[in-house]
């Protein structure tokens, strides 16, 4: 978080306008006003902020490969419906959002000192955001995404064979002294449960851990009949910021053969997010009263009034996640007056990072 003293603004001053850039002509005001470079001599220029969300995305990955003997499996082992070719095939297991905030180059303000004001300390994130006044707001980070998960390395079938499996003269001849030992393995381990193998152990533990190794040789050897898989996950982010309302706003496409593709890939199923504005601001009544009194007040602090927002990813099939959350861009801009940063009170005030609203508010 950037913290600034008094000390230091005549530098900022100097530093504002390579710092924020041309915004536009904006009328200006009196103590705290919207930033038009050069035309603040003795200032902070800050930002209030929109929030927007990343979107992380974990897919699975599943990839089925026949096996050596798949032709010879429903006649040795009575297997049916092993693969017979290799084929891919993708999932999306999870999606989640979280909201962060980013500077809102149309809600750009500055700071102006004078003598009967007090401004000993204004935090600001790294860019920009205002954070806090008189004290001291730690900046907020996302936390970095989940990782991928590789596929575990399949186990070698050749260790596993026999020299006499080795050394068949075809493979039909191979896969019938494979199951022949497929099913000397299972009748082994019966023979082992039930007590009555010749090298059965006394030990519990000993015991288990030779079932075990009899399990793992059987399922290594059938795998050439029956295939493999292997599963990875990968993932992936995105970020969205709306403006505005929507039912359908097109995200990313994803495929079931190929995961996910280029936005414009029609191989890809559409995944949508919808936007929703769970509240409905008044409209402004024009009032000369309030005019004035607000007048007075836009010497003071802007921050925004959030509002909140339900975010839905969906597809045509199902919903994949949902979100309920304050949004700086869809609520309203209010002004701290000054009277509040005066010689005779210094108040501390603390802002969210993602919204732009109050946090705390103290004397």
């Known amino acids: 978080m950037k913290r600034f003293t008094h000390q230091s603004l005549l530098f900022l001053a100097a530093m504002l306008p390579a710092l924020f850039g041309n915004l536009g002509d904006i009328k200006a005001q009196t103590e705290v006003t919207p930033f038009v470079p050069g035309s603040t001599l003795e200032g902070i220029a800050y930002y209030l902020p929109r929030t927007a969300v990343r979107i992380t995305v974990v897919a699975e990955k599943t990839v089925t490969r026949p096996g050596d003997f798949n032709k010879y499996a429903e006649r ?11 084929s891919t095939t993708w999932s999306i297991k999870e999606i989640k959002m979280e909201p962060y905030g980013v500077p809102d180059k149309t809600k750009a303000y500055s700071i102006r000192l004078k003598s009967k004001t007090v401004a000993p300390l204004v ?6 955001i205002l954070l806090s006044i008189n004290t001291e707001a730690q900046e907020e980070t996302l936390p970095e995404p989940p990782k991928g998960i590789t596929a575990e390395p399949l186990p070698d079938p050749r260790s596993y064979m026999t020299q006499e499996m080795l050394s068949a003269g075809s493979t039909a001849k191979m ?17 082992l449960i039930r007590g009555e193998a010749d090298n059965t152990p006394k030990d519990g533990d000993q015991l288990k851990l030779m079932l075990e190794q ?12 029956r295939g493999t898989k292997q599963t990875s996950t990968e993932v992936f982010t995105l970020n969205y910021s709306p403006a505005k309302e929507t039912e359908r706003d097109l995200l990313f496409r994803f495929s079931q053969h190929l995961g996910a593709v280029d936005i414009d890939d029609l191989a890809g199923e559409p995944i949508y997010i919808s936007v929703k504005s769970m509240e409905t601001l008044p409209e402004a009544q024009p009032d000369e009263q309030v005019a004035k009194k607000k007048e007075k007040l836009e010497r003071g602090i802007y921050y925004n009034v959030p509002a909140r927002v339900k975010l839905s990813i969906f597809s045509r099939q199902k919903t994949y996640a949902e979100l309920e959350t304050p949004m700086g861009q869809f609520g309203a801009v209010e002004i701290l007056s000054s009277t509040l940063f005066d010689k005779k009170t210094t108040t501390r005030v603390t802002f969210f990072q993602t919204t732009g609203g109050t946090k705390d508010v103290m004397e």
């Open 214 to 225: 009899l399990d793992k040789q059987a399922s290594v050897l059938e795998s050439l009949f």
């Open 123 to 128: 935090g600001l994130s790294s860019d920009g």
């Open 76 to 86: 040795y082992l009575t297997l049916r419906n092993v693969p017979q070719t290799e």
């Open 175 to 191: 896969a019938e002294l494979c199951a022949q030992e497929i099913y000397d393995i299972r009748e082994s381990r019966n023979a």
